[in-house]
């Protein structure tokens, strides 16, 4: 990608910047963002699926700390279920809210390509144009050294004779 079209693509994903690579190469900064966001969103969803199952026995390892409490006429313990409940929430959020980034993101990723389709077509069939010129030449030289070693091999038959 040329340094124009790097600059057109080159806005920057502000979620997560800490989560891209140091270089992208010759990737535009909006697809690297796109792909980003995507993972971290289904990092996101992946634990809280993980959190869910666990809540259960969260919630049950709580009971007993809390029935031995009631039991003694003791302070109740901290229950653990309200902070996985509490992550759980805020990884949710945290999902649905790159949701709208990433769309965001894809659709500029999407003018992008159709403010450039038409000089990438253009890019494409130049380069095409250019590997079967090169392609017919290697044809003809090859076909020129078939009949060249042709030749030679009936000369030589010929004297053998």
């Not at 790097?6 to 010759?26: K, V």
């Not at 992946?46 to 026995?57: F, I, K, P, S, Y």
């Not at 450039?116 to 069939?125: A, E, M, R, T």
């Amino acid at each position: 990608m040329n340094e124009h079209m790097q600059f057109l693509a080159g806005e920057p994903f502000s979620a997560r910047r800490q989560h891209l690579p140091a270089s992208t190469g010759s990737r535009s900064p909006r697809l690297w963002n796109v792909s980003t966001a995507c993972g971290l969103s289904r990092e996101y969803e992946a634990e809280t699926a993980r959190m869910r199952e666990e809540l259960g026995v969260v919630k049950q390892r709580d009971q007993a700390p809390l029935g031995r409490a009631l039991a003694d006429d003791e302070p109740e313990p901290e229950p653990e279920a309200p902070a996985v409940e509490e992550a759980i929430e805020s990884n949710r959020q945290r999902s649905e809210a790159l949701f709208g980034a990433i769309v965001e993101e894809q659709r500029h990723v999407s003018d992008l390509i159709v403010r450039h389709k038409g000089g990438w077509s253009g890019d494409v069939q130049r380069h095409l144009a250019d590997k079967a010129a090169a392609y017919r030449i290697a044809v003809v030289e090859m076909s020129g050294l078939a009949r060249t070693s042709s030749r030679r091999f009936s000369a030589g038959r010929r004297l053998r004779g």
